[in-house]
């Protein structure tokens, strides 16, 4: 497995000049094109790594899956797709015309940022301070790891330029999928958004999905296996914006993107996968790690179609 992705992530590295880093958050706009790592976390403990796998970049919409796991938990899959559907979209993840014109108003699914927006607001909690912890929590857990932090530049950035966020959620508020303080809970997903991983803890997260949510890093279960179906195939149809039909032909995996470059990919019952290339396809997803996923779904036969 080290030869393997050690000649792959040297293989695909010529990719990274393809890609562009998102710049519409300024903070990101500084982070290093030319990037490329991988981890890997098999069920049953051998963890793997290569290249770039150390740097530390930021959850962005991979924090989408924790968010739509704590919502499941809290509310039934009736309740919650009263207000957010679980469909594909032929549009960007940050698409306006999506929620004004199509599926009654609500957002299309929890892997784009309207349908996160709206799932943050169905996690229990009190206050927004409640929910954040709560997810939060989930996401320390998943990958096994209590000191990660929030990258406050990234975080700044991203609430001072988030209008096209501000946008989607005063719209929802206006037909009632939320029903809370927008900037409130704007704060919430831009923190989520800002927690900085590396490509370890993102594979570690993957791996607690592969094992349908039954063993934490911790040992301990997190959430139900009917759970963790649920956010797999909403990963495998929806994790990847308008590629996602692409990626599954391709690379075959229940996968999320974000636009920090991040990858988080689920072999079911054999591993997780973790992978960063800030430089970006036009879609918003890593171009290296794609590329890289897909010489090794193909290598090692992960695909699960
Ligand atoms: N924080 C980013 C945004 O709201 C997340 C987008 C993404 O990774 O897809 O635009």
């Given at each position: 497995m080290q030869n393997t992705i050690d000649r792959l992530v040297k293989k695909n590295r010529k990719w990274v000049k393809?890609?562009?880093?998102?710049?519409?958050i300024p903070e990101l706009a500084k982070q290093d094109p030319g990037l490329l790592g991988i981890s890997i976390s098999e069920l049953g403990c051998d963890q793997?790594?290569?290249?770039d796998w150390q740097v530390p970049f930021t959850l962005q919409s991979i924090a989408k899956v924790p968010a739509f796991i704590c919502a499941l938990q809290d509310n039934t899959l009736e309740?919650?797709?009263?207000?957010?559907?679980?469909?594909?979209?032929a549009n960007g993840f940050n698409s306006i015309e999506n929620l004004e014109t199509r599926n009654e108003q609500k957002p299309l699914n929890p892997m784009i940022n309207?349908?996160?927006?709206?799932?943050?607001s169905m996690v229990s909690g009190a206050s927004l301070e409640e929910k954040f912890q709560r997810i939060f929590h989930m996401i320390k857990k998943m990958a096994g790891n209590t000191n990660l932090k929030i990258n406050q530049a990234v975080y700044c950035s991203e609430k001072q330029t988030g209008d096209r966020n501000r946008s989607l959620a005063y719209y929802m508020k206006s037909t009632g999928i939320i029903?809370?303080?927008v900037e409130e809970l704007l704060d919430v997903y831009f923190r989520l958004c800002s927690i900085e991983v590396n490509c370890q803890d993102v594979a570690k997260m993957a791996g607690v999905l592969a094992g349908d949510g039954n063993f934490s890093p911790d040992g301990s279960p997190l959430f139900d296996t009917q759970t963790a179906k649920i956010a797999k195939a909403v990963m495998a149809t929806c994790g990847m914006y308008d590629g996602s039909g692409d990626f599954a032909v391709e690379v075959g995996l229940p996968g999320k993107s974000g636009v920090g470059g991040g990858i988080m990919a689920v072999v079911p019952k054999k591993m997780g996968i973790g992978v960063l290339g800030p430089a970006l396809d036009i879609k918003g997803n890593s171009l290296a790690g794609w590329k890289l996923l897909q010489d090794l779904s193909l290598e090692l036969g992960l695909s699960i179609f």
């Open positions: 393809k890609g562009h880093v998102a710049t519409y793997w790594n290569a290249g309740v919650l797709t009263r207000k957010i559907s679980v469909a594909p979209t309207s349908g996160a927006i709206a799932a943050i029903d809370i303080d």
